[in-house]
């Protein structure tokens, strides 16, 4: 029975952050399960923390297009919403191009659509809407584009619905390992009528203990806030500030039309 050659490209997620506490080195998350239940006969993961997805245009599509893959898993977006230049028409075309370079015949690409970032449901409610509405919009480019190049779309906010809350990591921005792996279940039902899986998906581990979930967030959690809370904040504040501009604009010049 042959076996697929899969590369996986994109951001954290792709790489496997929140599967479980430890570091994310590709060797684990939702691309990782998929492989090892489709019994891979090559596995690649090329995906980088902070991955925007005009980065994918470079080294990683590029040795994923070397790779000759059958099978290809991608989640990016999420960082492209978390900065104040976001633009999703600009996202949606440089996805196509990307899908485009990769859906060559015999291969298979994969993404996800991203649910709501759990971590700005614990922000005020205008800075929560910004974030409910560029997520929508991202959304929305991850769809025109992959309808344009024959792309498989996973529906993250499905997934993460039926999973439930344990569905997300600590730092409510990454799936926990019940998350990967449903994301990864629902990869193998898309990738079905090509290549049918050949192991199940592992089980999740125990969930963190406190003191572990302390460590994660004492060790890697609070650095990365602290790191990023330069850039970050200050670009989701402005964010909101333009959003909630243009809204106000918006109400005048349907005033002044009325």
């Not at 898993?73 to 028409?89: E, K, M, Q």
């Not at 906010?157 to 809350?165: C, D, E, H, I, L």
């Not at 969930?207 to 990023?228: H, N, Q, V």
């Not at 809370?229 to 959003?243: C, G």
Request: with cysteine; charged share 20%.
């Amino acid at each position: 029975m042959p076996v697929p050659v899969v590369v996986a490209i994109g951001d954290s997620i792709t790489l496997g952050v929140g599967d479980g506490v430890q570091d994310a080195r590709g060797d684990v998350g939702w691309a990782a399960h998929t492989a090892r239940a489709l019994g891979a006969a090559t596995y690649l993961n090329l995906a980088a923390n902070g991955t925007r997805v005009r980065d994918l245009h470079g080294a990683q599509l590029d040795a994923a297009i070397a790779a000759r893959p059958d099978v290809v898993l991608v989640t990016a977006g999420g960082n492209d919403v978390l900065r104040g230049d976001f633009d999703p028409i600009a996202v949606e075309l440089t996805l196509r191009a990307a899908w485009e370079r990769l859906s060559g015949p015999g291969c298979v690409v994969v993404t996800v659509t991203i649910d709501r970032i759990g971590l700005f449901d614990l922000l005020p409610a205008a800075v929560g809407a910004v974030m409910a509405r560029r997520v929508h919009a991202l959304n929305g480019a991850i769809r025109g584009a992959a309808e344009a190049t024959g792309t498989l779309v996973i529906d993250g906010a499905t997934v993460f619905r039926q999973a439930g809350r344990s569905a997300w990591h600590i730092d409510r921005i990454h799936p926990s390992p019940l998350g990967h792996r449903a994301i990864a279940a629902a990869a193998l039902e898309r990738v079905a009528p090509w290549w049918a899986a050949v192991a199940p998906i592992d089980s999740p581990p125990v969930p963190p203990r406190t003191t572990e979930r302390a460590w994660w967030l004492m060790r890697k959690g609070a650095p990365w806030a602290a790191r990023r809370s330069r850039d970050l904040i200050p670009q989701v504040a402005q964010a909101v500030a333009h959003e909630m501009l243009e809204e106000r604009r918006s109400r005048l010049r349907g005033a002044a039309r009325a």
